[in-house]
């Protein structure tokens, strides 16, 4: 039995939907642990470029087994649009199950996602709006409508009396906005219910069968370790932990049964939405970078905030989740830059920081220190071994091994799910 946790280790969008195509290669069962449809993962391979939000990036193989797990809140329309989507490819999507226990987002938490953004004004986090954050707030008030509760009219209609009773309230008091009728809700969602019936079930037994067979296990995170709401920029957070000890949260497997936890990390940094980023670039490098690399969010299609990696927030990254390996994404984009710079430190009113502040008032004065590297001019797209890339271009990834203290085990240049080399050895 292996196994593995794939983690972002950035502020999300790190490309850890095209590491998961290329490993789902050698697995048996790939498991979403945590987030929502907030989270874009795209991939490139035979059948096309896909951008799944709910369903694992496991799912073009027929032979791996696709499992949404109990840690996702589910948006049951986009759910379906993915699965209707797919089938427009010839991919059923027959591996595909989710967790009965996986909480549901209802129009009540989407509606009041966008009205708290809007009364927040200039000091928005930056939410996609989709409802992530509010569900889990129901979630944790033990309010919240899990998927097995749409395949049961009764207690569902029992449970969405109660909850809408509250949020009505709340609606029309609070945000001076119209109820929602319950019967219209009631009716949408016991329709998805049905449609979704043939997916649902208890995943528990159906993880911990395949563990006690030997399975090869891959866990697939969302968003990234530098938006958890405790070690992340609180307030400018996501709503579910995307460290690997969320997985065993959002799937059941214990911390135990873990082999490995794969961080993702882009050779540079990008951030979506509010909150500090120290080392982004407001100038024409940061311009230049977003384009050539297309950073756009795969969820909203905002402009991403792009800069420099940060080795101080990647180190706080690898020791809060256990990392025993990175993979390293976009290395092709630094091809021509004649020199590249990383942050090994910040500065704040003239003193030395040399780890990631707890307070976000902190992080906001953070000035970058860096350390620059010589560039490269050769392209690295269509390079498959580490030894044939240029020398500053393996100095700079012996760099940031040293600097945040985990080794880069697997590279990524190019979208395709063969522009990937594993790395044995940096020397």
Same mark, same amino acid.
């Given at each position: 039995m292996s196994v593995i946790a794939l983690v972002g280790g950035q502020w999300g969008d790190e490309g850890k939907g095209k590491v998961i195509d290329s490993l789902a290669a050698q697995a048996d069962l790939v498991v979403r642990f945590a987030g929502g449809d907030n989270a874009g993962h795209t991939t490139v391979?035979?059948?096309?470029? *896909?951008?799944?939000?709910?369903?694992?990036?496991?799912? *073009?193989?027929?032979? +791996?087994?696709?499992?949404?797990?109990?840690?996702?809140?589910?948006? %049951?329309?986009?759910?379906?649009?993915? /699965?209707?989507?797919?089938?427009?490819?010839?991919?059923?999507?027959?591996?595909?199950?989710?967790?009965?226990?996986?909480?549901?987002?209802?129009?009540?938490?989407?509606?009041?996602?966008?009205?708290?953004?809007e009364r927040r004004g200039s000091g928005a986090i930056g939410t996609t709006k989709r409802g992530i954050g509010p569900a889990f707030v129901d979630k944790v008030a033990r309010t919240g409508i899990r998927a097995g509760d749409l395949l049961d009219a009764e207690l569902f209609r029992s449970r969405l009396d109660i909850v809408m009773e509250q949020k009505n309230a709340l609606l029309t008091s609070l945000y001076h906005h119209p109820a929602l009728s319950v019967d219209e809700v009631f009716e949408q969602y016991l329709d998805y219910g049905k449609q979704m019936r043939p997916y649902i079930v208890d995943t528990l037994p159906l993880l911990h069968a395949a563990m006690e067979r030997g399975d090869r296990i891959l866990l697939e995170g969302a968003q990234g370790a530098l938006l958890d709401t405790d070690f992340g920029s609180y307030p400018f957070?996501?709503?579910?932990?995307?460290? #690997?000890?969320?997985?065993?949260?959002?799937?059941?497997?214990? %911390?135990?049964?873990?082999?490995?936890?794969?961080?993702?990390?882009?050779?540079?940094?990008?951030?979506?939405?509010?909150?500090?980023?120290?080392?982004?670039?407001?100038?024409?490098?940061?311009? *230049?970078?977003?384009?050539?690399?297309?950073?756009?969010?795969?969820?909203?299609?905002?402009?991403?905030?792009?800069? &420099?990696?940060?080795? +101080?927030?990647?180190?706080? #990254?690898?020791?809060?989740?256990?990392?025993?390996?990175?993979?390293?994404?976009?290395?092709?984009?630094?091809?021509?830059?004649? #020199?590249?710079? +990383?942050?090994?430190?910040?500065?704040? $009113?003239?003193? $030395?920081?040399?780890? *990631?502040?707890?307070?976000?008032? +902190?992080?906001?004065?953070?000035?970058?220190?860096?350390?620059?590297?010589?560039? &490269?001019?050769?392209?690295?797209?269509?390079?498959?071994?580490?030894? /044939?890339?240029?020398?500053?271009?393996?100095?700079?990834?012996?760099?940031?091994?040293r600097l945040v203290g985990c080794p880069v085990t697997l590279l990524s240049m190019g979208p395709k799910r063969e522009q990937m080399i594993e790395v044995k050895s940096l020397d």
């Open positions: 391979n035979p059948h096309g470029t *896909f951008k799944l939000h709910l369903i694992p990036s496991g799912i *073009f193989y027929d032979n +791996v087994k696709c499992v949404v797990g109990n840690g996702v809140v589910v948006n %049951p329309g986009v759910l379906l649009r993915e /699965l209707a989507e797919l089938r427009e490819y010839d991919i059923k999507a027959d591996n595909l199950v989710v967790s009965d226990r996986a909480h549901v987002i209802m129009p009540y938490h989407t509606l009041l996602d966008g009205l708290e953004e957070v996501t709503s579910s932990s995307p460290l #690997s000890g969320g997985a065993t949260i959002g799937t059941g497997i214990g %911390p135990t049964h873990i082999e490995k936890v794969i961080g993702v990390f882009k050779v540079y940094a990008t951030r979506v939405g509010g909150g500090p980023m120290p080392t982004e670039l407001e100038d024409e490098t940061g311009n *230049f970078i977003r384009e050539k690399a297309g950073e756009y969010g795969a969820t909203t299609g905002r402009a991403r905030r792009c800069g &420099w990696f940060d080795a +101080v927030a990647g180190r706080m #990254s690898v020791q809060i989740n256990g990392m025993t390996d990175i993979a390293l994404t976009h290395l092709d984009i630094f091809d021509g830059f004649s #020199s590249i710079k +990383v942050c090994t430190g910040y500065r704040v $009113n003239g003193k $030395n920081l040399a780890s *990631f502040p707890s307070r976000v008032e +902190v992080l906001e004065q953070c000035e970058p220190i860096y350390e620059e590297f010589p560039g &490269w001019d050769e392209c690295t797209e269509d390079i498959e071994d580490f030894s /044939l890339l240029p020398p500053n271009a393996k100095d700079y990834i012996r760099a940031i091994t």
